[in-house]
């Protein structure tokens, strides 16, 4: 597991490579600067720098930027890509610093670099002073090596959160999956529901989207949920259940997993979209809602036979 560094164990006096983002995500751009990153390792770490809240969420009242996936996916596929350590900066404390006093308090000072990588929209210091032309000569003047990455592009995209929140609130996830390098997913706590799917046949597992994620386009998807490990085929729901539900907390994804009947209340599961198959729909009866959520089954499995 990725090693969660603090100021305690801060400098580092072996050195480190060191890459700089926010990193939601952690799409294909990424994973090219982390790559990067690992590659130039020789007897130290290569670290990343990053912040546990988007910095424009912070100088907010209000959530701007949904986050596409939690700290704890974050580090886990930061390590899966080479990274070692992982730095949570704290905004608040250095947001007013000077390009130079970001520079030297902070980089030289606590992580004594051998080598920054970061992608070349990076900025840094107060409002956004400083670009990364400023953080290469700083870094130059102080005898470190900066390598600026060229943005990466997918069918003439700059790939992007930003681009790949807006596939994901569309429910355009086979594209999404093209740009993150993986599935879409959540791993989210499954929590108690009304027990309607089971009553019907159905058995679903419920997991509520926290307010500060983004969250798919309300409809069906095929989907994969890992359970202790192991792959199982499935359909969600994400939406607001408007045929059986009022005033609910927030959306929820409600998944049926296939030939699989052990209760999950209180796990973890992750759940991986794969396609959407229609939109969320208001039925006039549950008996109406039972037909329809067969037809959908049968078109999930369709799908997954195709896959295969």
Do not use: W
Not at 15 to 35: E, Q, T, W, Y
């Amino acid at each position: 597991m990725i090693e969660i560094l603090t100021d305690a164990q801060l400098p580092l006096e072996q050195g480190c490579v060191l890459s700089l983002g926010n990193f939601d995500g952690v799409h294909i751009g990424h994973a090219r600067l982390i790559d990067t990153l690992a590659s130039e390792k020789q007897h130290c770490k290569a670290a990343v720098f990053t912040f546990a809240e988007h910095p424009l969420n912070l100088i907010s009242d209000r959530k701007i930027v949904k986050y596409i996936i939690g700290s704890s996916d974050k580090m886990k596929y930061l390590y899966e890509l080479g990274a070692d350590a992982i730095y949570f900066a704290d905004f608040e404390a250095m947001k007013d610093y000077t390009p130079e006093k970001f520079v030297d308090k902070i980089l030289m000072k606590k992580f004594n670099p051998r080598l920054i990588v970061c992608g070349e929209n990076f900025t840094f210091g107060r409002g956004k002073s400083g670009n990364t032309k400023d953080l290469g000569r700083m870094l130059t003047e102080r005898g470190v090596e900066c390598r600026i990455m060229p943005p990466v592009t997918y069918e003439g995209q700059v790939v992007s959160s930003t681009l790949i929140r807006s596939l994901i609130t569309n429910g355009d996830m086979e594209k999404a999956e093209k740009l993150l390098g993986r599935k879409y997913s959540i791993m989210l706590p499954v929590i108690h529901g009304r027990e309607i799917g089971r009553k019907i046949g159905v058995p679903t597992i419920n997991q509520l989207f926290p307010h500060d994620r983004v969250v798919p386009k309300f409809g069906v998807y095929a989907c994969v949920c890992e359970i202790n490990g192991v792959m199982h085929n499935g359909i969600a729901n994400v939406g607001v259940r408007p045929t059986v539900s009022e005033n609910e907390p927030g959306p929820i994804c409600e998944t049926h997993i296939f030939e699989f009947g052990e209760l999950l209340y209180d796990k973890d599961v992750r759940v991986s979209f794969c396609k959407l198959i229609r939109s969320e729909t208001k039925f006039d009866s549950i008996a109406e809602l039972k037909e329809q959520i067969y037809k959908d089954i049968e078109e999930c499995k369709n799908y997954f036979r195709g896959m295969n």
